[in-house]
């Protein structure tokens, strides 16, 4: 392991705590290669931008599971996920902490803070009112699991061309422009992105 700029033999202390793993090591499109829940939201966002931009998307990541990957997606309401669900499932949760109760119960424990005024990564600030948090962590109430926030599959149409360009485009987090509207590209603009380092936390 990486200690203070210097790699050296790793130790049992260092697997202690949240640690990225085979399995569990992101990036978002990770979830899809296990079963995994939809949660949708049960409430609405107070953000009408932000809510117009999960009704949206999650309708087109609905769309797209059926038509590219030929299948049904499992989908619950937040408030109906239950705790065999958390232990059997990786989670994709849409919506925010005011409208999905799971985003509630989880977002003091994610390393990205995201509240009404800003989405919060490390020292730089998003405005919430015209920006959405995509995100890939270990569930905090299953840990074993993945937790997802507003993202499906990161290709799209313009990467149905062939099978070689239907690979993930988004690292770990991305915090996405709402003033661009979702095309065949992206979710939106892509205001910034990247990795979380080896124990899941902001570089």
């Not at 299948?71 to 059997?88: I, N, P, Q």
Request: net charge negative.
């Amino acid at each position: 392991v990486k200690d203070a700029g210097h790699w050296r033999p790793a130790a049992a202390a260092d697997e202690a705590g949240l640690r990225k793993r085979p399995g569990l090591q992101g990036p978002i499109d990770d979830i899809f290669m296990e079963p995994f829940l939809v949660a949708m939201p049960s409430g609405t966002s107070p953000n009408a931008r932000f809510q117009r931009w999960v009704e949206f998307e999650s309708q087109h990541f609905r769309e797209r599971w059926a038509s590219v990957l030929r299948g049904e997606l499992r989908e619950k309401k937040d408030s109906e996920v239950t705790a065999d669900d958390l232990a059997r499932y990786h989670v994709l949760a849409w919506g925010d902490a005011t409208s999905n109760s799971l985003i509630a119960r989880t977002l003091a424990k994610l390393p990205i803070g995201w509240d009404a005024q800003a989405i919060h990564v490390g020292a730089q600030d998003y405005a919430s009112a015209s920006h959405a948090l995509a995100m890939i962590q270990p569930n905090p109430l299953s840990p074993g699991k993945y937790l997802v926030l507003n993202s499906g599959v990161t290709f799209r149409e313009s990467d149905d061309r062939n099978n070689a360009m239907q690979n993930p485009k988004l690292p770990d987090w991305a915090v996405i422009d709402l003033d661009k509207a979702p095309d065949e590209h992206a979710a939106g603009g892509i205001a910034a992105a990247g990795f979380f380092d080896e124990a899941w936390k902001v570089k």
